[in-house]
């Protein structure tokens, strides 16, 4: 049996010292060949002839192992999270009950008396592709436990993981294009700049996920929970997101354009400088969220809720805004010209020097709104509450002012629409 060198023994010891291994727990791995209950936390230990050694109930968390020799090696109750064991040989190694949450499996050696528990067997050949392209869809994987599993840069396209448990995996960088995920279990997993466009993820748990700079172009995300999932630099283009849950998610400077989040829950979601143009908005809630420099152009927001919603520097040029909430917000100096605001709520919302060129504001609740210096040039404001608003300075000329209310308005130097202009008293 062959000895680990001096040389080796060194370059480990200096190598694991700083990441928590245990230097006197190394010696005995080193002097004895067994080592149970050792601390090889971050251990460097890639291409390493570890034969037949006893690791029972180790911590090799996160333990470079890749190119190991692990023939016959005792791994049982051993804590293997985040190791790296690719091209590593087990062959005859004991890893029952091991921890093996995102191991990383490619082309690790195998064989018939290797034990190692079904759903890591299971994971095993996905990864290292033993599965055959028909089997991807017929392979049953209903209810099955592949929590924790790496899938980084595997190729699952195809693949039907209805109702998989999948919480904690990682599958960055993989092939997820046209693979189903129907009621699946995705908590607290890493998508991160995986290809899913038109894949189906109708009611699966997101939550907490990471799909940062993921392509999920064309995919089925209908009633998702995405709390709290960060989606930032995304590319949604056309992705269906009906009726679910965004809120608290973080999807900044992504992309969404003609994206359909109808009745979404948006509530604190982040949308910074983000491309909205197009978007199906239709019935979402977004209070609290940041709009802050997003791009909302032609989107279609009637009847949303946008309660303390931030917008500033946002482009809200031609937005259907029918029958929104924009009560109390502040659109100062907003250029809102092509906007339908019809049976809009703006009460208390602050409009100084807006851009209300042509806009549809019939039956609109613009209740004490400041609307100062606002350009209303062919406005149709009919049947509008305006009463305590102030239009102080305002431009009405054109505009449409059948059936307002104007109690208590301020009207003074404002031009109305027969261009004559209030004197102020």
């Not at 690791?55 to 090799?60: I, R, S, T, V």
């Not at 152009?297 to 929104?324: E, P, W």
């Not at 807006?354 to 404001?381: E, I, R």
């Not at 301020?410 to 031009?415: E, I, Q």
Request: charged content about 20%; aromatic content about 4%; hydrophobic content about 40%.
């Amino acid at each position: 049996m062959k000895i680990l060198s001096l040389t080796l023994f060194l370059a480990l010891l200096s190598s694991t010292a700083v990441n928590a291994a245990n230097p006197k727990h190394i010696q005995r791995l080193l002097e004895t060949r067994k080592c149970e209950k050792c601390n090889l936390k971050n251990a460097k230990l890639r291409g390493f002839y570890l034969r037949q050694v006893n690791l029972k109930g180790a911590n090799l968390q996160g333990a470079d192992l890749n190119g190991a020799d692990l023939k016959g090696a005792f791994l049982r109750d051993t804590n293997l999270v985040d190791a790296d064991l690719r091209n590593a040989n087990l062959e005859n190694a004991n890893l029952e009950n091991a921890k093996l949450d995102r191991v990383k499996l490619h082309n690790t050696v195998v064989n018939d008396r290797t034990v190692l528990a079904k759903k890591w067997q299971r994971i095993f050949s996905i990864v290292n592709q033993k599965v055959t392209n028909l089997d991807r869809k017929n392979t049953d994987f209903m209810q099955t436990d592949l929590s924790g599993a790496n899938f980084d840069d595997v190729d699952l396209r195809n693949y039907d993981f209805t109702g998989v448990n999948l919480q904690g995996a990682s599958l960055e960088g993989a092939l997820l294009s046209k693979t189903n995920f129907e009621n699946a279990n995705l908590k607290d997993s890493s998508l991160f700049l995986s290809d899913i466009r038109h894949s189906n993820f109708q009611k699966v748990n997101l939550e907490k996920a990471t799909l940062q700079a993921a392509d999920l172009r064309g995919a089925n995300f209908n009633q998702t929970n995405l709390f709290k999932a960060n989606l930032n630099q995304t590319y949604l283009e056309g992705t269906q997101l009906i009726n679910s849950n965004l809120n608290k998610a973080q999807i900044a400077t992504s992309y969404l354009q003609n994206t359909n989040l109808e009745k979404a829950k948006l509530d604190n979601t982040n949308f910074f400088n983000t491309d909205l143009r197009g978007a199906n908005l239709n019935n979402v809630g977004l209070k609290k969220a940041d709009l802050t420099g997003a791009n909302i152009s032609t989107a279609i927001l009637s009847n949303s809720q946008m309660d303390k919603i931030k917008l500033g520097g946002a482009n809200l040029t031609s937005v259907n805004l029918k029958g929104a909430d924009l009560s109390n917000l502040n659109l100062n100096n907003t250029d809102l010209s092509g906007n339908n605001l019809s049976n809009a709520n703006l009460s208390g919302t602050k409009l100084k020097a807006a851009n209300l060129k042509g806009v549809n504001l019939s039956n609109a609740n613009l209740f004490q709104a400041d609307l100062s210096g606002a350009d209303l040039t062919n406005a149709n404001l009919s049947n509008v509450d305006l009463t305590r608003a102030n239009l102080r300075n305002a431009n009405l000329k054109g505009a449409t002012l059948s059936g307002i209310k104007l109690n208590f308005t301020n009207l003074c130097g404002a031009t109305m629409p027969n261009n004559t202009q209030i004197k102020c008293e």
